[in-house]
């Protein structure tokens, strides 16, 4: 299965824009990148995912580098509930499993 | 519309014991996985059902079984309870791309 490589943890002011990095250079041409994030005492929620181009939503926005070997999930303007953990993470068809890694720690300052 | 839901929300059973976890999917959800989340882990895929047929399966052992029933339900069986299962359970539905988790079950095998 290729892997993910994130950072453990990103500091954010509240009201700031959050760019959460993640590198995946072995990604196959069939990987989807998705990404999940995790609030204390809950279950992963997902976020969002995307192909070749880049995607947004009404939660955040993905920027897939053009040789799909990295992306950077965009949180626009963070919010104290943002505060959780981020999992970059790549799927090779639709209904294929989840391979976690440890994830991104957000954290979010008032 | 509900969303996944787990049951029961804590449970403490003694080695040796065995344990079944419970969880109804999404409404219009026919996929079910499950993911053991070791505290300050990411989670891992212990196996996906569809159609009540066990269509992938992750590197758990023999121990861990599930069920499928014809509501898209779905039960985790555990038997023989190590020391080492204690982790909160999660199960996640899904249709085509997206999961939906639930809060899990934390089990805490004493």
């Known amino acids: 299965d290729a892997k993910t490589t994130q950072p453990n943890s990103m500091e954010s002011n509240e009201e700031e824009p959050v760019h959460l990095p993640c590198n995946h250079s072995t990604i196959s041409g069939t990987d989807y990148i998705h990404w999940y994030r995790q609030l204390p005492s809950q279950g992963p929620e997902y976020v969002i995912h995307g192909l070749t181009s880049n995607v947004n939503n009404r939660m955040a926005s993905l920027a897939i580098a053009e040789d799909r070997k990295s992306s950077t999930l965009i949180l626009h303007r963070a919010t104290l509930r943002d505060a959780a953990v981020y999992y970059c993470i790549l799927r090779d068809y639709s209904w294929g499993k989840l391979q976690f890694g440890a994830g991104t720690q957000v954290v979010v300052t008032p | 519309d509900a969303g996944v839901t787990q049951s029961p929300t804590h449970l403490i059973k003694t080695r040796g014991q065995q344990v079944t976890l419970r969880c109804s999917p999404k409404s219009g959800h026919d996929t079910v996985s499950w993911y053991q989340q070791a505290l300050g882990q990411g989670p891992q895929f212990i196996f996906q059902?569809?159609?009540?047929?066990?269509?992938q399966r992750g590197n758990f052992p023999d121990r861990f079984s599930g069920h499928q029933f014809p509501n898209y339900s779905s039960e985790l069986n555990v038997n023989a309870l190590l020391l080492g299962d204690s982790a909160l359970y999660l199960c996640?539905?899904?249709?085509?791309?997206?999961?939906?988790f639930g809060s899990g079950t934390r089990l805490t095998v004493v």
């Open positions: 059902y569809y159609e009540e047929e066990e269509r």
């Open positions: 996640a539905s899904s249709l085509q791309n997206g999961y939906t």
